[in-house]
Nanobody, 124 residues
């Protein structure tokens, strides 16, 4: 019954901010890299950001670089995605996933566990 659970999604106006959290249930995140992905209706899932198990390395997709910040607090068994300057094109379901890698390629086979997702909506 190991799970990842995302929280913090919602509706915000363009230019606003949201903070997403990813928490582990049934296992510990300490030894895992964590990636954030998103999927909009009718679109393929895309990688957004990832962070290494130690927090020493991180990566961002070009579409979010400079606006999103990933961080982790292993003592609290959570990973956070701070999203600023949100745009309508950021509207999607956001997922976190656990891996042994933070390579920046966001290949699905690198990720062992996935959350159910949280909806982020930025209206036009």
């Amino acid at each position: 019954q190991a799970q990842l659970v995302e929280s913090g999604g919602g509706l915000v106006q363009p230019g606003g901010s949201l903070r997403l959290s990813c928490a582990a249930s049934g296992f510990t995140l300490d030894y895992y890299a964590i990636g954030w992905f998103r999927q909009a209706p009718g679109k393929e899932r895309e990688g957004v950001s990832c962070i290494s198990s130690s927090g020493g390395r991180s990566n961002y997709a070009d579409s979010v670089k400079g606006r999103f910040t990933i961080s982790r607090d292993n003592a609290k068994n959570t990973v956070r995605l701070q999203m600023n300057s949100l745009k309508p094109e950021d509207t999607a379901v956001y997922y976190c996933a656990a891996s042994t890698y933070c390579s920046g390629t966001y290949y699905s086979y690198e990720y062992d566990y996935w959350g159910q997702g949280t909806q982020v909506t930025v209206p036009s």
